[in-house]
Nanobody, 122 residues
Framework: QVQLQESGPGLVKPSQTLSLTCTVS??????????WSWIRQPPGKGLEWIGY???????YYSPSLKSRTSISRDTSKNQFTLQLSSVTPEDTAVYYC??????????????WGKGTLVTISS
């Protein structure tokens, strides 16, 4: 069974870079044809997709966050990482990693991490 686990600091100071790692077990992040996504949910708000890294290593980011976002991976550790730079308190959210099976029609992510709260505060 596929499991995803987010890890990283729960508190980041404004202007700094938020860095989170998703560790995947039960399946390889290089397996055709899955995409591996980061999603966040600010307090009291809805889910916001941040971006993905595909099985091939290609990346794509939400246009609203593209300039500040970098997703990378370490295939030897079966991990992928989110870096969000120049953070402000508006970036405070529960951050999730998830697997997208790329179904047509789209039917959502099939596996999710439990999420980790990241607070931006000085």
């Amino acid at each position: 069974q596929v499991q995803l686990q987010e890890s990283g600091p729960g508190l980041v100071k404004p202007s700094q870079t938020l860095s989170l790692t998703c560790t995947v077990s039960g399946g390889s992040i290089t397996t055709n044809y899955y995409y591996w996504s980061w999603i966040r949910q600010p307090p009291g708000k809805g889910l916001e997709w941040i971006g993905y890294i595909a099985y091939s290593g290609s990346t794509y980011y939400s246009p609203s966050l593209k300039s500040r976002t970098s997703i990378s991976r370490d295939t030897s550790k079966n991990q992928f990482t989110l870096q969000l730079s120049s953070v402000t308190p508006e970036d405070t959210a529960v951050y999730y990693c998830a697997r997208d099976p790329r179904l047509v029609p789209f039917d959502g992510m099939d596996y999710w991490g439990k999420g980790t709260l990241v607070t931006i505060s000085s």
